[in-house]
């Protein structure tokens, strides 16, 4: 098998691109951590690449809203760059603040689909403030959703770190809700942690999309949303940091709880990428 290179890029104010492409070396990648004005003055560096891959931080300070700016020079000015990535059979990955720039670019929900986006088109969901209108950093449980996604393969419930300011999903109207489900493109859900569900509401998963309060849900995103593919599956968002639980050690609760390994599960989403080139 041919080593996939990922390609992490980074903006000003970007945090985790560290952590980021030592987890998909960790899978066997090759990952480089390349500058966001590198790919502006060459645009065409991201043709070597199979994954993209836009980690957390505060890209721009943040300063006008989460991810704006950057997803801005994606839009306007490496539009054509991705159309070409999101063309071929590669993959897309956006955490946290990678999250928030695909989806206020355009490149999510609709993937392939809906890039280049139209200008007079209405954004469909955006990322805002959470609703405590606090940054807010706590471990989570989730569920995935029965979504299509590539990185999520063989994974159901786990638990991940958040942190973030704007990571509550709202949609345009109830009908996008209904095209995601659909489709499958709803792929985390924030979930009460398993052992206080009902096992009949564990098996059927229709507990996923009733509101639930701070702290399940700790940013009061719609249907509990935590994370959203396109159609293909190949492209995926998520506000959790699974690049911050890749050894079990990393849990709060490592020395109070059984395991059966000395990895942690976020590890579990760069495999499933690097293997689907295998």
């Known amino acids: 098998m041919a080593t996939p290179r990922v390609l992490v890029l980074r903006a000003p104010g970007t945090n985790c691109d560290l952590e980021t492409a030592f987890a998909f070396e960790r ?16 645009p065409r560096l991201a043709d070597d690449y199979q994954v993209l891959c836009i980690p957390g931080g505060f890209s721009y300070g943040d300063d006008v809203g989460a ?20 063309q071929q059979d590669k993959l897309i990955l956006g955490i946290c603040n990678g999250f ?15 890039w280049p986006p139209r200008a007079d088109q209405p954004a469909a969901a955006t990322l805002t403030w959470n609703n405590n209108g606090k940054y807010t950093a706590r471990w989570v449980h989730l569920r995935t959703a029965g979504s299509d996604s590539i990185f999520l393969r063989g994974i159901d419930d786990v638990e991940l770190p958040i942190a973030h300011a704007e990571g509550k999903i709202e949609v345009q109207s109830p009908d996008v809700l209904d095209r995601w489900r659909e489709q499958r493109q709803i792929a985390l859900c924030y979930a009460r942690p398993c052992y206080v569900r009902p096992a009949e509401n564990r098996a059927a998963g229709e507990e996923l999309h009733e509101p639930l309060p701070f702290p399940e849900n700790p940013n009061g995103s ?26 079990a050690t ?13 990895e942690g599960a976020g590890q579990q989403l760069f495999r499933n990428a690097v293997e689907y080139f295998g």
């Open 250 to 262: 990393q849990h709060p609760q490592w020395t109070r709880r059984p395991r059966t390994s000395d």
């Open 27 to 42: 899978c066997g990648a090759q990952a480089d951590q390349v500058h966001l004005f590198r790919l502006l003055e060459e």
């Open 67 to 86: 991810g704006v700016i950057f997803a801005s020079q994606l839009r306007n000015r490496l539009a054509d760059s991705l159309h070409n990535f999101l």
């Open 222 to 247: 719609v249907a509990n949303i935590a994370g959203l593919c396109d159609p293909t599956g190949r492209v995926l968002g998520l506000m959790p940091h699974p690049e911050r639980f890749l050894f």
């Open 100 to 114: 928030q720039v695909l989806l206020k670019a355009g490149v999510l929900p609709d993937g392939q689909a809906g």
